[in-house]
């Protein structure tokens, strides 16, 4: 260990709150808490800025009214209900309803450059599942928009900021937050938060899998520190597959293509040349009146009686069709579809619209979207569970400790509509962080105290891997288990696939309490997936767990052994929480939602 030294904490710091991640999520939560009067400091993974925030780049899902006046909150409140097949925590849906247009007009307000109707009105594209235009857009650079414009703000507030620092550890007084233990990248010095608060803004976990549109840093972080800390994940066998990632060349495998594509007229196409999306509409989305699929003119009549594209079906819906093609033989070279939007579009409209997709094929793959299409396929991009948090509030099961963003649960239910969560990012980040801020307040005359024997216990785990000569190595670890999370816990599950895959998960956490680096801590590349393998196999469990519980098919979980959705299980959650050392799961019921929101659900 002394090759290591110091083996112990030498930096400390005190605040009220403390935000893990500085995405969307976090930079809202972090400015929502300063403005509150708390001490507040971000601590950042990567670099500030640096967020997954930045690949949703269609827009910000708000009923602003700007295109079609009749949207209102109720009817976004409906669709998000429908999208997630009313498995979503309603107080969530109805808040982040109601609250979306002034979070995204206070964004304006700050700076935010949103693209302009003809009258001056922010503008509003259509997307999946939404029965009005209603995402708020930046051509198709929303995303990188919005992350500019809070992390100015933050920076102008003058919060704190440690970039490049990932938190190991929640630490507790009792069952009380009382901080968080990191470690700088670059040295490997451990460093103490002392802070009754603390917000989880995390985001994903896609690096558990093999394809994946989600970089580096998102290996279930928030997630696992949460299940550690006490507090229970909700919905984590939903796991959203993009239908739209580079499926060639292999260097950007699973990079994101925006559902804009398809929102502005894009249409997918088997290697048949056909458009195979008619084949794919479920009942569920039908009207009931509807004798005929209207293929002719490229439209078909959804349940409100609109005349939609099947391309803006939801993404789970989407995502299982071109899986479907891919499988019956009618995939692309790259083992893709196409997805064609030259044929539909005029080069200029294109080149305005989707700025980024025409630069990203013509630089990545050699391809020129304004001439021909573009292979693509799913990729796991976004996970519907996460941190059971109370839906005013933020706040997790345990005292101080919140959560927000992507590492939240329940507001999506079992899928999330495209655009959702840039404003989802937005009401539940600053909702967190008000709350975080008030409890930091309530406490200040009690403030939990840090415990010194439990900080060492963590410096001392952390650095286990240095200890243990002789064993694995990790990236040996984690390819196995993306390729088991890919092939038995992906797109399409079944029992024995499942079954397997947690025999398979076990192996490797087994071997993972085995790790071996080599060299020291700093710039050690090595130890750092190291810890962070510990949070994708805890997070693996947990998915691969709840999936193999719920036999049905509901949006990102789907069964091949239980192709049809269950009415039973459309009244029940699956609930993990962390019992010594293993993971308990239980199944607990929907809260009844009112009878003023139900009756939303009779209109058309």
């Known amino acids: 260990m002394s090759a290591n030294s110091p083996d112990t904490v030498d930096e400390r710091h005190s605040y009220d709150v403390i935000v893990v991640g500085a995405g969307g999520a976090g930079l809202r939560a972090a400015i929502a808490a300063h403005d509150a009067g708390a001490r507040t400091a971000i601590v950042c993974k990567s670099l500030l800025g640096k967020a997954h925030t930045v690949m949703a780049e269609g827009g910000a899902a708000a009923a602003l009214g700007n295109l079609y006046p009749e949207d209102n909150w109720k009817v976004h409140f ?322 101080g400790l919140y959560a927000a963003g992507e590492c939240s649960g329940g507001m999506h239910g079992s899928n999330r509509l495209g655009g959702n969560s840039l404003s989802d990012l937005l009401v539940f980040g600053r909702r967190a962080g008000l709350n975080a801020a008030y409890h930091a307040v309530k406490v200040r005359t009690a403030r939990p105290a840090v415990d010194s024997a439990a900080v060492q216990a963590a410096v001392n785990a952390a650095l286990t891997p240095f200890a243990d000569a002789g064993g694995e190595n990790p990236y040996d670890v984690q390819r196995e288990l993306q390729d088991v999370m890919h092939s038995l816990v992906g797109i399409i599950r079944k029992a024995d696939e499942l079954e397997q895959a947690l025999l398979e998960i076990e192996k490797l956490a087994e071997r993972a309490d085995h790790l071996t680096v080599a060299g020291d801590r700093k710039y050690n590349p090595g130890w750092h997936l190291a810890l962070d393998l510990q949070n994708m196999l805890w997070v693996s469990e947990c998915i691969a767990r709840a999936a193999l519980t719920r036999t049905e098919s509901r949006g990102g979980h789907t069964r091949d052994d239980y192709p049809m959705t269950d009415d039973e299980w459309g009244t029940k959650n699956i609930v993990l929480r962390e019992r010594a050392g293993a993971i308990d799961l239980a199944i607990q019921p929907l809260t009844a939602m009112p009878d003023d929101l139900n009756t939303l659900f009779a209109q058309s």
């Open 78 to 399: 409906r669709d998000t209900m429908r999208g997630g097949k009313m498995l979503n925590n309603w107080r969530m849906a109805q808040l982040h309803a109601q609250e979306a247009p002034d979070r995204v007009l206070e964004l304006e307000e700050w700076g935010a450059l949103f693209d302009r109707t003809a009258d001056g009105l922010i503008s509003q594209r259509d997307f999946g599942g939404h029965r009005y235009a209603r995402l708020a857009h930046v051509g198709d650079r929303t995303g990188l928009e919005m992350i500019r414009t809070l992390q100015q703000r933050a920076v102008a507030l003058g919060i704190d900021v440690f970039m490049e620092c990932t938190v190991t550890d929640i630490l507790k007084d009792g069952d009380k937050v009382a901080g968080a233990l990191g470690y700088w990248r670059d040295s490997g010095n451990f460093v103490l938060f002392e802070a009754p608060s603390v917000v989880l803004a995390t985001g994903g976990i896609g690096k558990s899998f093999k394809v994946t549109s989600n970089s580096w840093e998102y290996t279930g972080d928030g997630h696992a520190l949460a299940l550690r800390a006490g507090a229970s994940l909700i919905n984590m066998e939903f796991v959203q597959f993009h239908p739209t990632g580079m499926v060639w060349p292999l260097s950007v495998r699973g990079l994101l293509v925006t559902e804009s594509v398809r929102g502005d007229g894009g249409i997918l196409k088997n290697s048949e040349g056909r458009r195979f999306m008619f084949d794919y509409i479920p009942e569920f989305f039908k009207a009931e009146t509807a004798d005929t699929i209207e293929e002719a003119d490229g439209w078909y009549t959804d349940k409100t009686n609109n005349r939609r594209p099947p391309e803006l079906l939801p993404r789970d819906e989407v995502a299982r069709a071109i899986n479907a093609e891919v499988k019956a033989g009618r995939g692309t070279p790259h083992g893709g579809v196409y997805l064609d939007i030259a044929s539909r579009r005029d080069p200029e409209f294109i080149r305005r619209r989707l700025p980024s997709m025409y630069h990203q094929f013509k630089e990545l793959a050699d391809v020129d979207i304004t001439k021909e299409p573009m292979e693509i396929g799913p990729t796991c991009h976004y996970v519907m569970g996460g941190i059971e948090v109370d839906a005013d509030s933020g706040e997790s099961a345990v005292e």
